[in-house]
């Protein structure tokens, strides 16, 4: 085998474990966001909006719970642009620096 060839096997396992790399991280994350969204439909509501009782306050729990849920999904990606320009680093000090602001 030549060097060309031996460069181009390593290339093709290097490319087949970013695949199921990936794969299994995609895997995850839409199980993660099931999981929430199953969560919010049948548990969040009863916890965090037991003060809404009357008739119609149920549908409306669940409409709450799920705009929120909505929300995270459509700021995700401009999370990952804000990733893209700021970097990992300085985004992570931001949002570090965020949640102590919060907390404080």
């Known amino acids: 085998m030549s060097a060309i060839e031996n460069e181009t096997v ?6 087949r474990k970013a695949a199921v790399a990936a794969t299994v991280g995609t895997i995850i994350e ?4 099931f999981l929430y969204a199953t969560a919010s439909a ?15 306050e149920p549908c409306n729990r669940l409409v709450r719970l799920l705009s929120v849920f ?11 642009i ?3 320009v700021l970097g ?3 985004l992570l000090f931001l ?3 965020l949640w102590g602001s919060v907390a404080w």
């Open 70 to 80: 909505l929300l995270v999904r459509l700021v995700l990606p401009f999370l990952g």
């Open 30 to 33: 839409w199980y993660d966001f």
């Open 42 to 56: 049948l548990i969040f509501p009863k916890l965090f909006f037991q003060h809404l009782t009357r008739i119609l």
């Open 88 to 90: 990992a680093k300085r």
């Open 10 to 15: 390593k290339n093709k396992k290097i490319g």
């Open 95 to 97: 949002l570090c620096f």
């Open 82 to 84: 804000t990733v893209i």
